[in-house]
């Protein structure tokens, strides 16, 4: 897992989350979904699947509304996926990598 911290995030309501999610959906696929990104535990909106094989999803946190982070399934040193993806968002939005406890 890796998390972000936007200079300028506000993700204090679902239909943030819900926005921001759908972006980063748009930038893992490269295309937009039907029915994705979805909510695996609806109705807590802090948690999103944000492509079709199940593989990404995006946390946000209650008490922190600047900061979200990413999961790749297969996460390992040999696919470092979460690291090029957060280093693009990290570029593009402005954001900083964090170390959290999640």
């Not at 890796?2 to 748009?26: D, Q, V």
């Not at 109705?43 to 946390?59: A, E, L, T």
């Amino acid at each position: 897992m890796i998390a972000l911290k936007l200079k300028h995030g506000n993700f204090t309501t679902e239909e943030n989350c819900r926005h921001f999610a759908r972006l980063i959906s748009c930038i893992v696929q490269g295309v937009t979904s039907s029915g994705i990104p979805y909510q695996p535990n609806f109705p807590d909106w802090r948690h999103w699947v944000i492509d079709d094989g199940n593989n990404y999803r995006m946390k946000f946190y209650f008490y922190y509304p600047d900061i979200f982070s990413i999961n790749y399934r297969y996460q390992c040193k040999e696919n470092p996926y979460e690291e090029a993806l957060a280093g693009w968002l990290k570029a593009r939005f402005d954001a900083d990598i964090i170390n959290i406890n999640a």
